[in-house]
């Protein structure tokens, strides 16, 4: 990688003068600027800013830094870090990110971030979770994005599951469904019960029993969304499904809810409509027919955790942000 000293030799000018050409080019002739460039261009040469920021200048821009855990791993968790990035860069900030893959590589990571010396430290996770505070980010200005602790001096910027399934829960009996088949993620993640206890208030609201609801969770792990179409197929029938309308957990689930409630001559939604939960990234508009589903508010989470930074907030609670139904023709 070139140096400054390599680019000071190349345009034949003094270490000095090339700084002088990166952080105050009016202070420089046209002609030694243009030289001292397009030695810079030659070489590919990148200003080192965190040594730059060592030694305090002011010229760099503040920097979030994020700690991201397993964020990186699904598209839909991307939009966390590509909105944060954005709004660092609209107010004039820079992000880098410091991916977290597991604990035997929490010290080394945390270690990298803290050298780059950024004002702010957001650390993230794919899927709501709790979440333990390294000791040495402890004493940092940091918020919490898609994750919770139990220190309460830590702010966190979170999907509101609970709202998200009752507003849908109440648009589906606003449509007239009266008996949903209920398939819930794990009981063990996080977002399973907020997103049960919205449904079933929704029906309580409605004067509809809740004790009638048919409700089950899949089992914790990747090879049990399979277990999908043996919980679908207990309730069809041959006068046909004994649900109207199949409430899924996430889109995943619904994804083999359609394959198999289509390879056994199903319509949807004539037959059973479908809902999801999440808006998997350039999914849902795959579905055939287009999968109603709520959207986690990723973009709204990685604004609102850079803002926190930027804007210095005081708030040390946990925020809840919306999640919107997107009705398309499953229901």
């Keep these: 990688m070139a140096s400054l000293k390599d680019v000071a030799k190349l345009a034949s000018v003094s270490i000095m003068?090339?700084?002088?050409?990166?952080?105050?080019p009016q202070k420089l002739r046209a002609e030694t600027y243009l030289r001292v460039k397009q030695a810079i261009d030659e070489l590919n040469y990148?200003?080192?800013?965190?040594?730059?920021?060592?030694?305090?200048?002011?010229?760099?821009?503040?920097?979030?830094?994020?700690?991201?855990l397993d964020t990186a791993t699904t598209p839909f968790s991307v939009e966390l870090l590509l909105s944060l990035e954005k709004t660092a860069?609209?107010?004039?900030?820079?992000?880098f990110v410091i991916n977290l893959f597991s604990d035997k590589e929490a010290e080394v990571a945390q270690e990298q971030l803290l050298s780059l010396r950024p004002a702010g430290i957001v650390f993230t996770t794919m899927g709501l979770r709790k979440?333990?505070?390294?000791?040495?980010?402890?004493?940092?200005?940091?918020?919490?994005?898609?994750?919770?602790?139990?220190?309460?001096?830590?702010?966190?910027?979170?999907?509101?599951?609970?709202?998200?399934?009752?507003?849908?829960?109440?648009?589906?009996?606003?449509?007239?469904?009266?008996?949903?088949?209920?398939?819930?993620?794990?009981?063990?993640?996080?977002?399973?019960?907020?997103?049960?206890?919205?449904?079933?208030l929704a029906w309580r609201e409605a004067g509809l029993d809740v004790s009638a609801l048919k409700q089950v969770h899949i089992t914790y792990g990747e090879e049990h969304y399979l277990d999908t179409v043996k919980m679908i197929?207990?309730?069809?029938?041959?006068?046909?499904?004994?649900?109207?309308?199949?409430?899924?957990?996430?889109?995943?689930?619904?994804?083999?809810?359609?394959?198999?409630?289509?390879?056994?001559?199903?319509?949807i939604p004539q037959d059973v409509a479908v809902l999801g939960y999440d808006n998997m990234v350039g999914i849902g508009d795959l579905f055939?027919?287009?999968?109603?589903?709520?959207?986690?508010?990723?973009?709204?989470?990685g604004r609102q955790a850079a803002?926190?930074?930027?804007?210095?907030?005081?708030?040390?609670?946990?925020?809840?942000?919306?999640?919107?139904?997107?009705?398309r023709a499953s229901i």
């Design 17 to 24: 003068t090339v700084s002088r050409a990166i952080n105050n």
């Design 46 to 68: 990148v200003p080192d800013f965190s040594a730059r920021k060592i030694r305090g200048d002011r010229t760099v821009p503040p920097s979030i830094g994020v700690l991201a």
């Design 89 to 95: 860069q609209q107010h004039g900030w820079s992000t």
């Design 131 to 200: 979440v333990q505070i390294p000791e040495k980010l402890q004493d940092k200005p940091l918020v919490l994005a898609n994750c919770i602790t139990d220190d309460m001096s830590v702010a966190s910027y979170i999907p509101d599951d609970f709202q998200g399934q009752y507003q849908a829960t109440k648009r589906l009996i606003e449509k007239g469904y009266r008996r949903p088949l209920c398939i819930y993620l794990p009981e063990n993640i996080l977002a399973s019960g907020p997103r049960r206890a919205g449904l079933e």
């Design 233 to 267: 197929a207990q309730y069809l029938t041959d006068a046909g499904p004994d649900f109207d309308v199949l409430v899924c957990g996430n889109d995943r689930i619904a994804f083999i809810a359609y394959q198999y409630l289509l390879s056994r001559g199903l319509r």
């Design 288 to 301: 055939l027919p287009g999968l109603t589903t709520v959207q986690l508010p990723h973009l709204e989470i």
């Design 307 to 327: 803002l926190h930074i930027i804007e210095q907030r005081a708030g040390l609670k946990v925020e809840a942000l919306p999640c919107p139904l997107l009705e």
